[in-house]
């Protein structure tokens, strides 16, 4: 049987390079899915298009300025109680979710360090992409849950255009 180029290349390319190729490829793909569960999120209701890497790394101030901004753009015509209500709900959902950025890099980082090791351990990189899928769902019921404490404080108007306007990723 005769091996195509492709596979010729890919039996005689050294085992390291192989292997980092496969750990490149899997670390790539564990991302992509963190960062898609966290855009998921984010169109449930509260990070918009910057998603959360970029809101985790703000100061104080400057969230507090950030969430102040979104409140004023999505509810211009809001009661004064509905916006600081918006507002603590917005921020309180971020201080609860702030901390699964941190631990989505650390997890990253834990399985390519795993990826790398001479003997691949499946056992710890299940266990590891397990605990990943457990923050992600707490972070995203974290989620569904900030966008129905500000549904049930809105009128219908209200939430169509707030979440008509997240959901377009313009905020």
Do not use: C, W, Y
């Given at each position: 049987?005769?091996?195509t180029?492709?596979?010729?290349?890919?039996?005689?390319?050294?085992?390291?390079?192989?292997?980092?190729?496969?750990?490149?490829?899997?670390?790539?793909?564990?991302?992509?899915?963190?960062?898609?569960?966290?855009r998921?999120?984010?169109?449930?209701?509260?990070?918009?298009?910057?998603?959360?890497?970029?809101?985790?790394?703000?100061?104080?101030?400057?969230?507090?300025?950030h969430?102040?901004?979104?409140?004023?753009?999505?509810?211009?015509?809001g009661?004064?109680?509905?916006?600081?209500?918006?507002?603590?709900?917005?921020?309180?959902?971020?201080?609860?979710?702030?901390?699964?950025?941190?631990?989505?890099?650390?997890?990253?980082?834990?399985?390519?360090?795993?990826?790398?090791?001479?003997?691949?351990?499946?056992?710890?990189?299940?266990?590891?992409?397990?605990?990943?899928?457990?923050?992600?769902d707490?972070?995203s019921?974290?989620?569904?849950q900030?966008a129905?404490?500000?549904?049930?404080?809105?009128?219908?108007?209200?939430?169509?255009?707030?979440?008509?306007?997240?959901?377009?990723?313009?905020?």
């Open positions: 049987m005769k091996r180029n492709e596979e010729q290349d890919s039996a005689s390319a050294p085992r390291p390079a192989r292997r980092l190729t496969v750990a490149g490829l899997i670390v790539g793909m564990a991302m992509a899915t963190a960062f898609g569960g966290v998921l999120a984010g169109a449930q209701g509260m990070m918009g298009h910057h998603g959360m890497g970029a809101h985790a790394a703000m100061d104080p101030a400057e969230m507090n300025r969430v102040d901004a979104l409140v004023d753009e999505v509810l211009p015509d009661s004064a109680e509905q916006k600081a209500r918006l507002a603590g709900i917005v921020r309180s959902a971020h201080a609860d979710i702030a901390p699964f950025h941190r631990q989505l890099h650390q997890a990253h980082a834990r399985a390519q360090e795993l990826l790398m090791q001479p003997h691949v351990d499946r056992a710890a990189l299940e266990s590891l992409r397990a605990e990943e899928v457990r923050q992600l707490a972070a019921r974290r989620l569904v900030a129905a404490d500000a549904s049930d404080m809105l009128t219908p108007e209200q939430r169509q255009l707030l979440f008509a306007h997240l959901g377009h990723g313009m905020h």
